[in-house]
């Protein structure tokens, strides 16, 4: 039998070889979603179902009678979602089902988390890419968070926050699929910013329009290596396809564009699904490195409350910069 190809995508990059995976014990959870392009067959199916089962059988416990999953695994035609947790060795354990599952069936991505449980939360928390900078979060006033984006010698502003990454939405037979998050978005050299500036819309030129180019390119370039994703169409804020403002603020030239929440949407379960956001920002990374634009994104979703704690998202606008001073 011919050795089919490991995950060509993986979130975050290096996958399960990142270092927020290194140290994970059995206090840990480990969320893995793994994407399989073309979609399974029935065969495959059987497969991939035999396989989990006998590597949830003989996963080797830090607790014997517990179990290794936090809820019940989900494995489909295009995806396989598990959570585990109560394993000796929870990285190595994965690593033995990815390769398992990839030595077999056509596995395209990888998608990887952390979470630990703490005294004062309620819910576990992701844990931090140990190479991230610390962050600012508070910011009494919009020049503030202007001079934490822009000057390289402050302090970052926070690339997300758990806030705002609590997504759902409710299906048409009225089912709630709620949000997984991912690793907290650390993509260097890229800084990255939760919020967009209130900048001022100016009229578009020569370089929006290149940068309207090498943006799609490189979405679709990105887009072409992951399982089943329909490339987004980039729009400005009068809802123009295939647009991007041009805007300014405090003397420095950006372009501004959205995508619509939904079509950024990767169903990982019946019940669960995720936000390509990562994708998007790698996407960005190649634009603004071949525009040799500022290393710097701003974005901010936006939507709706939704489900008590939850957010219906409708929209995620994007910022990218032009070198310039930081503002005074």
């Known amino acids: 039998m011919t050795a089919m190809p490991q995950p060509t995508h993986l979130t975050p990059r290096r996958g399960l070889e990142h270092p927020v995976f290194q140290g994970a ?54 995806t396989l979602r598990i959570r585990v947790h109560n394993l000796a060795e929870p990285l190595n354990a994965l690593r ?15 998608h990887f988390s952390r979470w630990r449980a703490f005294e004062d939360r309620e819910e576990p928390a992701a844990v931090l890419d140990p190479e991230a900078p610390e962050e600012r979060t508070q910011f009494p006033v919009h020049d503030d968070y202007l001079r934490a984006v822009f000057d390289p010698e402050s302090l970052p502003p926070a690339s997300e926050y758990e806030s705002q990454g609590k997504g759902a939405f409710e299906t048409r037979t009225g089912d709630i699929v709620m949000e997984d998050r991912g690793v907290p978005l650390h993509l260097p050299p890229l800084r990255i910013g939760y919020g967009t500036a209130r900048a001022k819309f100016t009229p578009t030129d020569a370089q929006a329009s290149r940068v309207r180019d090498a943006i799609q390119a490189a979405l679709k370039q990105t887009f072409d290596t992951l399982a089943a994703a329909k490339l987004p169409q980039i729009f400005d804020h009068v809802g123009a396809i295939g647009t991007v403002d041009r805007v300014e603020i405090t003397g420095r030239v950006g372009y501004g564009f959205a995508l619509a929440s939904p ?24 634009a603004i490195s071949k525009l040799e634009l500022a290393p710097i994104v701003t974005w901010q979703r936006f939507g709706k409350p939704f489900a008590k704690s939850w957010r219906q ?10 070198p310039g001073p930081p503002p005074r």
């Not at 079509?263 to 190649?286: C, H, K, P, T």
């Not at 998202?313 to 032009?322: I, N, T």
């Open 263 to 286: 079509e950024l949407i990767q169903r990982l379960s019946v019940n669960r699904f995720r936000f390509r956001e990562a994708e998007i920002f790698e996407a960005l990374a190649d």
């Open 25 to 78: 014990g059995p206090g840990d959870q480990l969320l893995a979603a793994l994407a399989f392009e073309p979609k399974l067959t029935d065969a495959q199916l059987k497969i991939a179902q035999a396989i989990l089962d006998k590597w949830s059988h003989d996963a080797a416990r830090a607790e014997a009678e517990e179990p290794c999953h936090c809820d019940e695994p989900f494995l489909g035609e295009r």
């Open 96 to 110: 033995e089902l990815v390769k398992s599952l990839g030595d077999t069936l056509p596995l395209r991505e990888g």
């Open 313 to 322: 998202e409708d929209m995620h606008v994007f910022q990218l910069w032009e």
